[in-house]
C-alpha cells in the first residue's frame, strides 16, 4: 500500500493569491481591532469574509453605524447613491440580507390605499355604466315561428300569455310565499349574498354545482339581462347589476319585477299569467294555499307541474308528489321565518286543485309535438334556456315533410278507428297509445313523427321520442351484427355467418362463455323459454329472426358477449341513456328503452349500408333575420362494414317475405323491397315494427299505460285480439303510411349481400328438457307471432306466465319485472299440415310446420315459434351450437 503523504497548501486561483489591500475585497480596517478573534496579519479568504469581519465589527452598537463615502461603495456597495432619496424606497436601502426585501410598513399602507381608491373607482365605474332592469322591457317578447320542409309556415308560437302586474295586486301571500322559499332576508339584505357568490366562483373553478346562492335582487336581475351560461363573468356582471338595484329601487319594487319576470311554467311568464295557467283567476285573487303552490313550481315547473313536464322523471304522478311535497314545506317555512301565523298555516291541509294544462295557441294536432323536437333542438345547440327561447324572434326552419307527417297521422287514426274502442272495451282499450318515426337514411333528417292526439287534447308527453317503452325483438338484429362483426368466443374472432345454426328449443339452459350454467338470483340454472313452449330444433340464425325464436339469440348474444351487442346498437344509433344497464341473457331480447326516433335512425344505418348519421330536425335558425351559427348537418360516420348491413338487411328482409316470417301477413301488402323486425315484450305491455325500405326508415310503437300510475298495461284482449303483437297494429300502421310517404318514389332494391362469416356447426346434442326435480319455472317469453287472421278472435285470453322475485313500483315504467321480456309468438304458414316432432320429420301434402326435421313429399316452409326471456340478474355466458332442424 502506497503512502500518501499531506500536500502543502496550494494557491485555489487568482482570489486568494492576491495579498490584502486596500482596495474592494481588503477586510475594512476596523475588522482586525483587538478583541475581535483575528490578528491582523492573517489574509482574509474572500469576498465572505470580509462581509463576516464587518458584521462582527457592528456587534454590540445595537444599530448599525451609517457608512458614508468610499468606505460603503468599497465595504458593501449597495447604499442609496449619494444624489439624494429614491420615490419609494424599494428595495430598502437601509436594512441588509433578506431585510432589504420586506415592505415597511408605510409602503404597505400606501399601497393598501392606492388600492382601495383604485378599487373603489372601478366600481364606481362599473356601477355608472351598468343599467336598471326595465319589467315592460322584458315582458315585450315575439312570436317564433317554425317552418315546414318545404319553407311554408308550420306555426306561430308566441309569448302572448304575459301581463305585468302592480305590486299592489299581487297579495301579502304570495309575496310572503317567494320570500319564505328562496330569500328570508330579502327586506333587509343589500341585494347580494357575497358569501353565496363566492361559493358559486369556486364551485366553478373546481368543476361543481354553481346553482343556488342568490337573492331575489339577483334573480331579477338574471331574468332580465343575463344569459343562463354559469361564468365568473356573468356572476361579476349579475354582482354589479344587482348593487345598483338595491341602490336605485325600492324592495317593492324589486319583489314585483321578479314575480312579473319569473318563468312558471305551462307558457306563463309573470304572475298574473301564472295564476290563470294554474287557477284560471287573477293574481290577485289567490290565496295563501294556491300561492305556496305557485312558489314552488319556481322551482322548475318541469318537474313540479301536476300535469307533468318534459324530459325524464317528470310524469304527473311523480311531478305532483315533487309539489306537494314543496307546498307543504313553504307554508311550514313561513310560520318558520315569522310569515305566517300557525293558526293561519292550520287551516290549509289540501293540496290546491290545479287546472288542466292547456294547449298553446299553434300547438294543436302533431305541431305540439314537433315544435317540442325542434325547440329542444335549437335550444341544446344555441346554449339557451328555456325563458330565454320564449322571448321570440326566432325563424326555425326544420326537416319535417308536412305530406309524410299528415300520412303517418292519418294511419295511426285509421288503425285506431278500426280496432279500437274504448267505449265498447273500456278496460282494455283505454289508455291504447302509438309512437312513429320516420327518419331519412344517409341524411339523418326527421322527417314525421306521430307523438299522441295532440296537446289540445290533453297529451303532452311525445310518444316518439318517449323512454320507458321496452323494444322486444326489433333488438335481435343488434345481437346478429355482433356476430357478424365479432364472432364468438368458439370462432377466434372470426365473424358468424347468419347460416350457423344454433338450438332453438324450448326451455334450454343459457351457458356462460366458459361452459357453466348461467345462474338466476336463487342461484338456480336459467332455462330460456320460447312462446307457446315451442321447440325449434337446430335452426340457422336466418330462420330464427324471420320465425323470431329466442333461444337461439339469447344463447348467441351470451357467446358474442353482451358487450359487443351494446357496441353495435350504439354505433348504430341507440343513445347511451336507452340501454338496459343490465347485460344480462335479457339484454339480447329487447330490454333497453330507446324511442320510436332512435329506433328508425339505428335501422336507417342498415339501410345506409352500415352509414349512421345523427338525426336532426332543425336546418337553419335565424334571430330577428340574423343566421344563427351552430346548424350544419351531421357528420356521416361509418357504423358498421357496409356487407354486415347488406346481411342484415337480406336476413329481415325474410320477415316480410317468407311465409313464415313474424312480418308476412301485413308488411308484405307495402309491394316493395323493404326489411323489418317485430317486437312485442312483458306481458303484451308493448309492441313494435321497425322497418325500412333504400329511401325511409320507420318505427312504430304500441301500448298502453295507466295515466294516474304510469306504468305500462298489458294489451292482452286490446282491439279484440288474444294479444297485440308487433306483426299486428303497428305494422298495420307502417304499411299504411309508408304506401302514402313513398307514393311516386321510385322503386328501389338494397345492395346485394355477398357470403360473410364463418358457419358454425352443430356442436352436441340438444338440450333436454330439465327433470321435474331440475325444473325451474321459465320468466315471461318475449316474441311474437304473426297474426292468426287478419281480424280480431274471440278466443280466451292467454293467461300471463308467472312473474319473478322482483317487483315494481306501480308507476315505474323502466321496471322489469321478471327481469326481462315476457310475450313471444308462434309463426304460422299457409296451411298447417301434418304433425312436427323435434328432431324427426314432417310429411304433408302442403304447407306443414317444422321444427327440428326435415320436410318430405310436397311441403314449402312451415312455421317456427319464438319466445321467452330469462329472468336471471348475471352476466355473462356460454355457447351451445346447433345444427338440425329444417325447411
Known sequence: MSEHRRKPPQSRGRRAAQPPSGGRRAAPSH??????????DRPHGGRAEARRAAQRSAAGGGRRRAVSGSTAASGRGRTAPSGGRRLVDYPRSDRYGWRRW???????????AAGFALLVGMVGLALAWVDVPDENITATQQNNVYYWSDKTVMARVGATNRQNVDIKDIPKSMQDAVIAAENETFWKDKGVDPMGIGRAVFNMATGGDTQGGSTITQQFVKNNYLTQDQTITRKVRELFISIKVNQ???KEKILQGYLNTSYYGRNAHGIQAAAQAYFEKDASKLNPSESAFLAAVLKGA????????????????????????RWKWILDRQVEVGLMPKSERDKYTEFPEVAPRKAQAGTGGQN??????????????LGIDKKQFDRGGYQIYTTFDKEK????????????????????????????????ASVEPGTGKIVAIYGGPGFDKNHFINNADTQGVPVGSTWKPFVLGAAMEYGTYRSGGEGISPESKYNGDNKLKVKRQDGTDYLDKEGNPFYQVNDADKDHGYITLRRAMEVSANTPFVQLGMDVGMDKVKQVASSAGIEDNSFDPNLNPSFALGTSTPGAIEMANSYATFAASGTHVDTYSVVEVRKNGEKKPGFDRPQKETAMDSNIA????????????KPHGTGYARARALGRPAAGKTGTTDENKSAWWVGYTPQLSTAVTMFRTDPDEGRLLSMNKTGGFDSIHGGALPTQVWVDYMAAALKGQPVKDFPKARPIGKKADQIGAPSPTPSPSEEVEPSPSQEETTEPSQEPTTSAPTSPSPSGSQSCEPWDWLCRENGGQENGGTDQGNTSTGSQDNGGSTTGSTTGTDTGGTDTGATTEGTEGNSGRPGGEEDGGSTIWGNGGGT
Open 302 to 325: 318541469d318537474l313540479y307541474d301536476p300535469a307533468g313536464g318534459v324530459g325524464p322523471n317528470s310524469k304527473p304522478k311523480q311531478n305532483r308528489e315533487r309539489a306537494e311535497k
Open 102 to 112: 420586506l415592505p415597511s410598513w408605510k409602503l404597505v399602507a400606501g399601497l393598501c
Open 646 to 657: 347488406a346481411n342484415i338487411t337480406d336476413v329481415l328482409r325474410g320477415v316480410i317475405e
Open 405 to 436: 307527417v299528415a300520412a303517418m297521422a292519418k294511419a295511426v287514426e285509421k288503425v285506431q278507428s278500426q280496432y279500437i274502442k274504448p267505449d265498447k272495451r273500456p278496460d282494455k282499450d283505454r289508455f291504447v297509445q302509438f309512437g312513429a
Open 31 to 40: 475588522g482586525a481591532a483587538p478583541g475581535h478573534g483575528m490578528p491582523a
Open 248 to 250: 336605485v329601487m325600492t
Open 368 to 381: 305540439g309535438y314537433l315544435v317540442s323536437v325542434a325547440e329542444e333542438e335549437v335550444k341544446k345547440k
